[in-house]
Every structure is written in structure tokens, then in C-alpha cells.
DNA sequence: CTGTTAGCGCCTTCAA
DNA sequence: TTGAAGGCGCTAACAG
């Protein structure tokens, strides 16, 4: 490696003092236009680039936001990290990306990097496995606001951006309603999540309020797996008075679900019912998706949990805030 | 914010010096252990995490390795970016991750974001309109070695991981070869891309052992977008001789195509066969997918591309190094 | 318009 | 076994 290049390399080499340089690099208009040009020509013949640890140190912020993601492979997620991206690259504020993979000790790892790397905030999207928070206290102890978004955490008082389940499911229980169908399955995802929590009980109020009855035995937890998915589905097409309907906690369950329907030779959408949640453009290539899913929009979630961040750095919110993204019932044309 | 806890909080609130603490918390013996205890013990009372910053300066090294990507939403992407988390966690490496979306600017954006940052190294994966180099060729002046994974640079020396096409898709040619087929068209992806090229050149060799012919208007390129896809493939299906089978570039032009050809009353894989590259986990879901996907092992590369980078950082590596991940056929089931 | 100085938080020789 | 001192690269008063 060529020895590195500092301001000080630069300053000698122009005969000028290390903070003529730094106040040149820095378009201050306090030193000369001469000076200037002849700095910043010098400083890009040798490929100078700025130590952001020297600088982070100086001025106490990066302009650097981490995210953590339980997955990238979700499309869900990554439509969320665009819209991340999009307010913060408006607001001079750089991305990096960490995934949890759904495990907890991941996602203390990761936003103890981050925390280490003194991040001016996070953006954070709950692992499916997390159940402690100290690891976000510890970091809003440093001064580091996290904002959560969609997947926000139960009983810990923060800033998050959700998506209000009830618009979309209630519209989706009537449309089955509607279709004829009575008997309505809930397979749901892992009770840690505050998101599996609101479809169960829109879901209990809707059937209630539809008049329609409903049992344990409809309504299934799985811990997204594709495995457990598949278990559980097996249970509800067992059940002695199996569903019509079948509502999946998202899109993957859906699949995994309907994978499973078709095995035993039922016709997704004929024989049983597929509704869903998130709408992933993905859904589209499916000759069997969900014939409606509940439409979320994750960018938005993004896009907004990015802009509430934004606030908090520049103008300060006082106490928590909550912003909410309403979904919408999408029905698939070829229903 | 709680006011910032140092070494230096730490050290006065122990009556001991700042240089007794760094040396505790890093637990060396020379310490009593006595001291060592109740250092540790405040500190984590006090919540105190290093300010990695502080710690780069001092010892130039990060222990973090940025990764660009050209997006998120390709399992291709995420199973590479699994891989690559896997090894470098083995090595007690942080992975922070960042896409281009397959634009050059964003692609430099991000590694300058990581030169700033002094990541110990960088994994990259070209964007698709990456034709410039210079911002990788200043990474590397600085010392930081990149390790180019799939979508490698052309005459860029360079370390890389690469994925083998020829021996995929050979047997894919034959394979159509057997069934009958004699008129293949070729949906490539955009001529920057390496991995196009690959594709092209072996499809080119491979008609000719087979001794089939083929024609410009069998040859098109997409530049990846839905939309690009779909206007070549109609082009495809207008021809007064059209194809019997496509090979598409990777599984997404695959599914588009396939949409093209639906919607033109075709039956995939009837009509017009589907051959496609990544062979990835969501073709699965499909009802009209691919017929046979040449499998790149993506996983297999980012495992690779990190173990390479592992052992450049830690032993060097004279002169440039290539690694090659060979492709393989996977005939769908269904077929 | 430019230089001097001090210090951000941490580590590490050197000294005790 | 511990402390004092200097410095990593950069910035920002404070002087001129």
C-alpha cells in the first residue's frame, strides 16, 4: 500500500499548516481561492479520502444511520430498506445494512457494531426471536435514537412506524364473507411479535363481528419456517372440520401453506381459500398466489421511519412517537 | 443523552489511570485481577461501549468488511451475502452491507462510504452500468484489498470469485438438444456484465458443437428491467421464425419472459421451453418456472470470495488470485 | 487570509 | 502491577 495520505502530507507538501488544508478541503471561504484550488488539486492527485474515524471523533457524528433487517431475502424488507435509503440519501445520511436473520444474539451483535461505531441513529426492524431490549436501551443511553419500523417491539416505549393490520384484514374477512366462505383459519407467526398479535385479534373481531365462529384449532402459530409452516398447515388440513379459508401471517406463509394444500391434492383458491399479507410483487409469477393479500407498503414504512429519524437528529422530538401506515385489501385479478 | 462514558470516567471514578482501564478491559494478565474485576464491572454498570472510533485511529484496523451489492431483492444476493456473513463471522469480521441498485454512482458512493470508514477490506459485486474502475483502483491504494464476487470486472485486475457458466449450461444445451429442441434463442443480461459474455461465448460455442445454427435475432440483451425484458422477449416471440427455447440470464428475465410468452396464449415449456441461470429457492413456488436452471452456487461464492478475503488480510497473498465456483444443471422435477 | 494549539477517546511504549 | 506521556487524523477556537 502506498503510505497513507493525511492533511499533514498534503500541508508539507504545500508548505501550508495541517488546518489550511482541512479548513481548504472543507471549501472555507476563508482561505484564499488559490490556496484552495491548489489544495484540493494536490488532495486529488493523491487519492487523499478523509479518515472518518478522525473525523467522527473530532465532530461526534458520522452521518451514518444503521439499519437492521431480520432478513434481506424477504422482498418485504428490502422494499423497506429503498425507502429507507431514499429519505436518508435526501438528507446526506448514508445507509449500512446489517440482518439479524431472526435471531436475537445477531441482532444485539449488530447493534452493538453499530453503537461502537457511534451511528448518529437506527432504524430497526425486530428479529422474530428478540424478546430483551436492553441492547436498544444501552443504545438510546448513548444518545442514538432508534426509530423501529414494522416489526416494533411489545411493552418498550419508542419511536416506531407500523403498519395498522386492521384496514386491510377487516376488508379481508368480508371479502371472504362475501365469497360464501364461513370457516376461516388464522396461521399465524410467532406471538413475539407485536405484528401476529394485531392479526389475531382483528382477526377474533372480525369473525365476531361477521357472526362467524371460530376455534384453537383454527388458528396456528408458526415460526416462519418453512418447515413449521408446513407442520402446522398439515395440523389445520387434519382437523376433522377443516377451514375454507385459510389467512397466512405473509406471503411466504402462503406459499409454504399452499405448497401443502396442493400436495394433498386440494386446489388453492377452489378447494380452500389463500389470503395473505404484504402483496410482494414476487406473488405476481404465482400461478397460485393468494387470490388477495393484504397490501402494506413497506417502502412507505420505511420511507416514513427514515423521515422520523431525520427529525429527531435535526429538530428533537419530545418523548415517543408513533406513526402509523395503513394497509389496504389488494384482491388479485384472477380471483 | 446521558453524558458519554469513557476510559477516562471510568478511571477517575476508580482512582486509577485511563491506561490501567484500557488495559483491563482488554483483559490483559499483566492487571490484578482484582482490578480487572471491578473495571469490568463498572464498565458494564455504566453501560460503556468503545467508541470504535478512537480505536481505528489508533490501531488502523476495523475489523469490518463492507459489502456492495447490486440490490437486496435477488436471493442470488442474499444467499452470496449469507455466505460471505458466515466466514467473516468465523473471523471475528463485522459485514456491513450496502447496494447499489445497480447504478454506478450509488456503487461509489458506497465504497467511498467505506474507504471514509477504513473498512479492512471489500467485497464487491459489480452494479450492471459499472463501466468505470477508478474508484476501486483508489480502494486498493489505500491498502484495502477488494475481493470481486460473480459480477467481476473485465480487464480490471483483480482478486474475484467467479461462477463457472460453461459447464451449466452445456449441459443445459444438450439437455434441450435431447428433447428435440433445435431452435435456441439467448436472453442475455447487459454486455458490461462479465457473466453476459460467459453466457454468450458458451452458448455461441455450444450451438456450434451441436452443430445448430442461430442468428443475431436469436441473440438479445435486457438491461434487467421488467420492462426491457419483456419488449426483447416480445421481439423474440414476432420473429417469423421464432425460437422452441429460450435460456434466459438468471431466473428473474426468466419469469418475465415467461409472463411474455403466457400472455401470448404459449404454454411454458410446451409452446417454448424455459432454461434459466440461478436455479434460485422461489422457482419452487412456481407453477410455469424454468424447466432447468444452471445452479451457480451463490452461497458457495460469497463463502469463497470471504475466505479469500480472510486470507489476504491476514497472511497476504502475492499477485492476484481467481477462484472458480462451477456451475451445474438442475433439471426441475416437474419436467 | 493563515498558523498555533489543544483535544476528541483510545492504545502503547517507556518508566516506575 | 500501574502511571505518565505521546500520538493516531482531524477540526476549531484563538491568535495573529
Not at 13 to 27: D, E, F, I, K, N
Not at 85 to 104: H, K, P, T
Not at 167 to 186: D, M, P, Q, V
Amino acid at each position: 500500500m502506498a503510505e497513507t495520505v493525511t492533511i499533514k502530507t498534503i500541508a508539507s507538501l504545500l508548505g501550508v499548516s495541517p488546518s489550511t488544508v482541512s479548513r481548504a478541503l472543507q471549501g472555507n471561504p476563508r482561505i484564499g481561492l488559490r490556496t484552495r484550488e491548489r489544495v484540493s488539486e494536490l488532495a486529488r492527485s493523491l487519492n487523499y479520502v478523509s479518515n472518518s474515524a478522525a473525523q467522527v471523533l473530532k465532530k461526534n457524528t458520522t452521518f451514518t444511520v444503521g439499519v437492521v433487517v431480520p432478513n434481506l431475502h424477504e422482498e418485504y424488507f428490502s422494499l423497506m430498506i429503498e425507502g429507507i435509503e431514499d429519505v436518508l440519501e435526501q438528507n446526506g445520511l448514508q445507509a449500512i445494512i446489517s440482518q439479524s436473520r431472526d435471531n436475537m444474539n445477531r441482532e444485539k451483535k449488530a447493534v452493538e457494531h453499530f453503537l461502537r461505531a457511534r451511528v448518529d441513529g437506527l432504524l430497526v426492524s425486530l428479529s422474530a426471536t428478540t424478546n430483551e431490549y436492553d441492547h436498544f436501551q444501552n443504545v438510546e443511553r448513548y444518545g442514538i435514537p432508534i426509530v423501529f419500523c414494522d416489526r416494533t417491539p411489545k411493552g418498550f416505549p419508542s419511536f416506531r412506524v407500523r403498519s395498522v393490520v386492521e384496514t386491510g384484514l377487516k376488508s379481508g374477512l368480508e371479502f371472504l364473507y362475501e365469497k360464501g366462505i364461513r370457516k376461516i383459519a388464522l396461521l399465524n407467526g410467532p406471538p413475539d411479535l407485536l405484528s401476529a398479535d394485531e392479526r389475531l385479534n382483528t382477526y377474533l373481531r372480525g369473525m365476531y363481528e361477521l357472526k362467524l365462529e371460530t376455534s384453537p384449532a383454527y388458528i396456528r402459530t408458526t415460526n416462519l419456517s418453512k418447515e413449521d409452516t408446513m407442520a402446522r398447515m398439515e395440523e389445520i388440513l387434519a382437523l376433522e372440520n377443516p377451514p375454507e379459508a385459510v389467512i397466512a401471517f405473509n406471503d411466504y406463509v402462503a406459499l409454504d401453506a399452499i405448497q401443502v394444500a396442493k400436495n394433498r391434492g386440494l386446489i388453492p383458491n377452489k378447494d380452500i381459500t389463500f389470503l395473505s399479507f404484504a402483496n410482494l410483487p414476487i406473488t405476481d409469477y404465482m400461478e397460485n398466489g393468494p387470490i388477495a393479500s393484504v397490501e402494506q407498503f413497506p417502502y412507505r414504512i420505511g420511507f416514513k421511519a427514515g423521515q422520523l429519524l431525520e427529525e429527531i437528529l435535526s429538530s428533537g422530538v419530545p418523548g415517543y412517537r408513533e406513526e402509523l401506515v395503513y394497509s389496504v385489501l389488494k384482491i388479485r385479478d384472477k380471483a
